[in-house]
């Protein structure tokens, strides 16, 4: 219905990037995001269309659970949207798909679910209970994936990567009573490659540069 709409010129789509790129909407399971410049019509026509979807779908959309996220708007203007769809508005960042869409990936902040998720992962009990053996085994296949969307999406600061391998090194090398000990290897060698005859770990900024490659 978006596409036809935009076709027929009802819909003015938001122009991306110097190739002008059309974007009218990305839909993802149960979440949708609709997309338009600063043109009223535009937006009552996207209000027209969404009756119409419930109308043919027997579904009911939950406005109160919507947002209008403007960007340059003057207030009266936005609250005049805003009242026109029902919704109420809200700003950048926000979070969709688990990533704060508009953030700046340059600030710590915005890595800080990144950074608490693995602090959770690496609870005192954890490090309790299991071995030097199953800790290992805990940092390469659970640890290493929780960032693997960020940095699939974002350049990785230097100082994040500095503390997410700090959790794991504290992890690996922590006795029974959680205290850090003295390492038994370099932290490059628990990197290194298996057929290396290291550990395997791997570079989460290497991984991070392989994960953006997709973008060049």
Known sequence: M?????????I???????????????QFAYDTILFCPRDEATIRNYKRLLRCFEVLS???????????????????????MC????????????KYLGVPLGANP??????????????????LWKAKSLNKAGKLILI???LNSLP??????????KLIAEKLISLQ???????????????????EIVQAPKKLGSLGVGDAVLRNTALLFKWW
């Open 12 to 26: 003015s789509p938001l122009l991306v990037g110097q190739d002008n790129i059309e974007l009218s909407h990305l």
């Open 83 to 94: 009242n026109l769809l029902g919704c109420k508005e809200a700003s950048l960042p926000i």
């Open 58 to 80: 027997g579904l009911s959309i939950n406005f109160d659970n919507s947002s209008l996220i403007l960007v340059n708007c003057d207030s009266e203007w936005s609250q005049r």
């Open 140 to 142: 390469k296949s659970v």
């Open 2 to 10: 978006v596409v036809e709409a935009v076709k027929n010129s009802r």
């Open 169 to 187: 090194m504290r992890f690996l090398w922590s006795n029974e009573n959680g205290k850090h000990r003295i390492p038994l290897v370099k932290w």
């Open 148 to 157: 693997v969307y960020y940095l699939s999406l974002y350049k990785m600061p």
């Open 106 to 123: 340059r600030l710590v902040k915005t890595w800080k679910l990144i950074i608490d998720k693995v602090e959770d992962k690496l609870s």
